[in-house]
């Protein structure tokens, strides 16, 4: 049953997936895919695939702020509530989302959503540079600004890291902030050429 919502109706994600199985069960797959996942939160896709004469796919993105506050579901489930709102989308994009694109859990966290996104924006305020500052774009840049070549950024993550780096895909936000911060305290001259 609908949630009404400031006047308007809106499907859960739940009702949504009720609705696909029972038209479409036996030709149903749905796929999640974790795209993102940093220090501030998670970012996931969501496939839904209809197979038959005519196959379809439909995606649905969202992400999710980490909470420091322990009565907030993205405290601990983030992963769970992003990969639902995730879902939820992907079945509004199949055309199961009632009168509303947005599920009704989506319209109910706006509050919680707009809270997160705002005590973000005053720490960056209050510390720029350093909420975002390690992924590898912000690295090399960083590398470029103090005259590190590609393979003189390759020793230092292999110095720093204390192991031979093949893929900084793999780096934790832990050890990228480790390299961010070595690289950041090289003298602005200082060329490390190999």
């Known amino acids: 049953m609908p949630v009404k919502i400031k006047g308007s109706d809106y499907t859960t994600v739940a009702e949504r997936l009720n609705a696909i199985h029972g038209k479409e069960s036996s030709k149903l797959t749905i796929l999640t895919e974790i795209l993102s996942?940093?220090?501030?939160?998670?970012?996931?896709?969501?496939?839904?695939?209809?197979s038959g004469d005519d196959p379809q796919q439909f995606e649905?993105?969202?992400?999710?702020?980490?909470s420091s506050n322990r009565n907030e579901v993205n405290f601990a489930f983030s992963l769970e509530n992003c990969e639902t709102s995730a879902i939820g989308r992907a079945l509004a994009s199949a055309g199961y989302a009632g009168k509303k694109f947005s599920s009704a859990e989506e319209m109910q966290s706006i509050d919680r959503k707009n809270d997160a996104r705002e005590k973000q924006i005053e720490a960056k305020k209050k510390n720029p540079g350093v909420i975002a500052a390690y992924d590898m774009k912000a690295i090399w840049e960083l590398a470029q600004e103090k005259n590190v070549n590609a393979n003189g950024l390759q020793a230092l993550m292999a110095e720093t890291l204390d192991t031979e780096v093949k893929d900084s895909s793999s780096l934790s936000t832990a050890q990228l902030k480790k390299v961010y911060d070595a690289l950041k305290a090289k003298a602005k001259d200082e060329e490390v050429v190999l």
Do not use: F, N, Q, S
């Not at 996942?37 to 209809?50: H, P, Q």
């Not at 649905?60 to 702020?65: F, K, P, S, T, V």
């Open 60 to 66: 649905g993105h969202a992400r999710e702020l980490y």
């Open 37 to 50: 996942e940093d220090d501030l939160g998670i970012t996931m896709k969501a496939t839904v695939k209809i």
